[in-house]
């Protein structure tokens, strides 16, 4: 009976390290380190898409360009001069089962189509419950969470934007995104940073 209960026991320990989540850490030049916990069960198709673009390197050297405080950041399409760089196909909107646009999480950008998404994310400085999938709303499919260094996404949504080449709330410095990297989620987890509980609310804008 023994026996029996640990084999029991082992086979539940080995099922939990088989479905452990898929961690990243983003360098930003001048800031640092974010990592974030993907949502790999919840929301399958976004995370294998997004770690495409992390394995191929896409997002080395590119920008956050546009950055609204108390809103979010969002980054991954272009370079310093504002060139767009050229994506994937689009993927299916997973908004209806992602998780919710809550302060800290990382969601995908996409045009007015719910499935035009391709490399562009942002990451929720407040909860943006808003942008959640509705019976109104196709939403922004939210797939993971920063989990060590948020202080530093906040920072960066409080820098100095201007307009310019025809894009608004772009940082009139540079903010550069030196590298993405898978890294371990235990490693992450034993310094986590994350754990403000009040954030407030964000005014409405539109994501594309």
Avoid at 158 to 186: A, M, N, Q, W
């Amino acid at each position: 009976m023994r026996l029996g209960l640990l084999a029991t026991a082992l086979a539940a320990l080995g099922s939990t390290a088989a479905t452990e989540n898929t961690c990243v850490t983003m360098s930003i030049a001048d800031y640092g380190d974010v990592t974030i916990e993907l949502a790999d069960d919840q929301t399958p198709i976004t995370v294998a898409n997004f770690l495409d673009y992390v394995d191929s390197d896409f997002y080395d050297g590119l920008i956050f360009h546009r950055v609204i405080e108390n809103f979010m950041i969002q980054g991954g399409g272009y370079t310093s001069d504002l060139t767009e760089k050229k994506t994937n196909s689009p993927i299916k909107n997973e908004a209806s089962v992602g998780l919710s646009n809550t302060y800290g999480t990382i969601s995908m950008a996409r045009t007015s189509d719910p499935d035009s998404a391709t490399d562009q994310f942002f990451i929720n400085t407040v909860d943006n419950v808003f942008l959640d999938y509705s019976a109104s709303s196709a939403g922004y499919a939210a797939f993971g969470t920063v989990i060590d260094g948020m202080d530093l996404v906040v920072a960066i949504s409080e820098v100095k934007t201007h307009t310019t080449k025809g894009f608004s709330d772009v940082p009139k410095t540079d903010v550069v995104i030196e590298s993405v990297k898978r890294t371990s989620c235990t490693d992450a987890a034993s310094s986590k940073k994350n754990l403000r509980k009040v954030h407030r609310a964000a005014p409405r804008h539109a994501m594309h």
